[in-house]
């Protein structure tokens, strides 16, 4: 029985997937055709985080071969349209207050700049991209004001990892931003059949609240939910703004 990437508590044997499974199926029938061996989920009993071991031996390389190619776009097409680039606006929203001075990272970008980078920019930040498959190959250096991930952390595989750079990132006054779908705690075999559960989308960590917490706590970061979505922090920002409200 593996052990949950999120809390170190037995997971057990959820269920399996068709790998060319996508977040689009749903919209209208199968993307890719069936494509074997199964991805098999897991659950981890405490905190309700539902991951895959599938991926874990891959390389930076396999990754791109094998989901992040040049067929990705089909399984989501709202990453190449810039369909998300509206989060940017409600990010700016909130920082408001404190626009000039800023430094900002977008984690996971999806370019150099990526579609919220720009928009970003263009709304008068201060703006850095990272991200490994498509922007630059290794963190910039930090601390940011800060760091805004967009449908980003479903896909990593080791997400202590992911939780622990992000919280070095921000430093500790800066402000960790975090766009990404929970689940409920408890969840059967059903669950399986969200939309937002799809092998070949990358998704292979998903989130509920508790999980989460506990694998930004254990980086010394307190996630919470704001009116803007899930922002996390070591020390409230010591600028203004408005994402507590």
Not at 66 to 88: K, T, V
């Given at each position: 029985?593996?052990?949950c990437?999120?809390?170190?508590r037995p997971?057990s044997?959820l269920g399996s997937l068709?790998?060319?499974?996508?977040?689009?199926?749903h919209?209208?029938?199968?993307?890719?055709p069936?494509?074997?061996?199964a991805?098999?989920?897991?659950r981890?009993?405490?905190?309700?985080f539902i991951f895959?071991d599938?991926?874990?031996d891959?390389t930076p390389a396999?990754?791109s071969e094998?989901?992040?190619?040049?067929?990705?776009?089909?399984?989501d097409p709202?990453?190449?349209?810039?369909?998300r680039?509206?989060i940017?606006?409600q990010?700016?929203?909130?920082?408001?207050p404190?626009r000039e001075?800023?430094r900002?990272?977008?984690?996971?970008?999806?370019?150099?700049?990526?579609?919220l980078?720009r928009?970003?920019?263009?709304?008068?930040f201060?703006?850095t991209?990272y991200?490994?498959?498509?922007?630059?190959?290794s963190?910039p250096?930090?601390?940011f004001?800060?760091?805004f991930?967009?449908?980003?952390?479903?896909?990593?595989?080791?997400?202590?990892?992911?939780?622990?750079e992000?919280?070095?990132?921000?430093g500790?006054k800066g402000l960790?931003?975090?766009?990404?779908?929970l689940?409920?705690?408890?969840?059967?075999?059903e669950?399986l059949?969200?939309?937002?559960?799809?092998?070949r989308n990358?998704?292979?960590s998903?989130f509920?609240l508790?999980a989460l917490?506990?694998?930004?706590?254990?980086v010394?970061?307190?996630?919470?939910?704001?009116?803007?979505?899930l922002?996390?922090?070591?020390q409230l920002?010591g600028?203004?703004?408005?994402?507590?409200?």
């Amino acid at each position: 029985m593996p052990l949950c990437k999120c809390c170190d508590r037995p997971a057990s044997f959820l269920g399996s997937l068709d790998f060319n499974k996508t977040c689009e199926d749903h919209k209208r029938g199968r993307v890719f055709p069936k494509f074997g061996p199964a991805v098999r989920y897991h659950r981890c009993h405490f905190c309700g985080f539902i991951f895959t071991d599938f991926c874990d031996d891959w390389t930076p390389a396999d990754f791109s071969e094998r989901i992040y190619n040049d067929e990705y776009g089909r399984a989501d097409p709202d990453f190449l349209s810039g369909g998300r680039a509206q989060i940017a606006d409600q990010v700016a929203a909130a920082l408001s207050p404190s626009r000039e001075g800023l430094r900002l990272l977008d984690y996971g970008a999806g370019g150099d700049p990526g579609h919220l980078g720009r928009r970003m920019i263009a709304l008068g930040f201060d703006v850095t991209s990272y991200d490994p498959f498509y922007a630059a190959a290794s963190p910039p250096r930090g601390p940011f004001d800060v760091v805004f991930s967009v449908e980003v952390i479903e896909h990593c595989h080791r997400p202590r990892d992911v939780a622990q750079e992000m919280a070095d990132l921000i430093g500790h006054k800066g402000l960790l931003w975090i766009s990404t779908a929970l689940h409920p705690p408890v969840a059967g075999s059903e669950v399986l059949a969200s939309w937002y559960i799809a092998p070949r989308n990358g998704h292979i960590s998903v989130f509920t609240l508790p999980a989460l917490t506990i694998l930004f706590r254990n980086v010394g970061v307190t996630i919470m939910q704001s009116s803007h979505g899930l922002v996390g922090f070591r020390q409230l920002p010591g600028f203004p703004n408005q994402a507590f409200a």
